[in-house]
């Protein structure tokens, strides 16, 4: 993980870039932050198994690549995924609830998913969200912030899970995503909602980068990474676009939460407001 870390209040309380790492089985990749959000990483052979508890976090398990078994509590969902990775299709998802049991049985050699983990004070029940119930916004300007956004938890969460929204990102090469530069880490009713963010990344081909700015507008939070293939990013706070270079693709699997509803008001930066009117897509 980076030396970079963030202060808040005069504390120095998360790392917000994670590099990412070779592994199988389970791997934490972020851990909670102040018990809100955490993330990570299941890799299985054929016929692996990983059995796990909720706690006090409600999961959102997206399947990145492969197919699995997923058994929540008594309830089984037989042979979920289609994808080979996150560039050949819609992600399926399984919710699982808090205070539940899990089990994942990979059934092919390639299996990976991602573990999304939010902090929920109610348990509702398990569901799974189809690659075909997934749905898929075309977002910015025809010039240069083109992206791809499938909502896979989103307005359809609502009165089904507790916290967490859910979705997948893909900007077109020589992009910006995320853009214009957006943030939501201040609560003010019916304009911005405070929620936290986690991004994982997928880069094509894998030996490409792709770049993540965070920045406030006191300049606290000032900064550029060069992301790669597999690297997370946690995103307190502030404004933070994604730019792809030419001829590379960028994924990045996005969660947030917070603790004033799950509604995203995204706030644009004043600087790019105007951009707005330029959106074709």
Not at 87 to 100: C, L
Not at 109 to 137: G, H, I, T
């Amino acid at each position: 993980m980076s030396l970079l870390k963030l202060l808040i209040r005069g504390e120095i309380i998360m790392d917000l870039h994670y590099k990412g790492q070779a592994y199988t089985g389970y791997r934490e990749v972020i851990p909670a932050n102040e018990g809100l959000m955490s993330f990570g990483l299941l890799k299985l052979k054929n016929q692996e198994d990983y059995t796990g508890e909720s706690g006090r976090f409600e999961i959102a398990l997206v399947i990145l690549s492969g197919k699995a078994t997923v058994n929540v509590d008594e309830q089984e969902y037989k042979d979920l995924g289609e994808r080979k990775d996150v560039f050949s299709g819609r992600a399926a998802t399984v919710y699982i609830p808090r205070d539940s049991k899990y089990q994942v049985k990979a059934k092919s050699e390639n299996f990976e998913a991602a573990l999304c983990f939010v902090q929920a004070e109610e348990k509702y029940p398990s569901f799974v969200v189809k690659p075909e119930e997934v749905v898929v916004n075309q977002r910015g300007g025809e010039t240069n912030w083109q992206r791809e956004v499938h909502d896979i938890i989103v307005d359809n969460g609502e009165g089904k899970v507790g916290r967490i929204v859910v979705g997948e990102t893909y900007s077109a090469p020589g992009n910006w995503s995320s853009f214009p530069s957006h943030k939501h880490d201040t609560y003010v009713p019916g304009m911005e909602t405070e929620l936290m963010e986690i991004y994982h990344y997928r880069v094509s081909p894998d030996s490409g980068f792709g770049i993540q700015v965070l920045y406030t507008e006191d300049r606290e939070l000032n900064e550029a990474y060069l992301i790669r293939d597999t690297d997370s990013v946690f995103i307190p706070k502030g404004y933070h676009p994604v730019v792809a270079p030419p001829s590379i693709k960028v994924y990045y699997l996005w969660f947030l939460a917070g603790n004033m509803g799950r509604k995203m008001l995204p706030n644009d930066d004043p600087n790019f407001k105007e951009l707005r009117k330029l959106e074709t897509l």
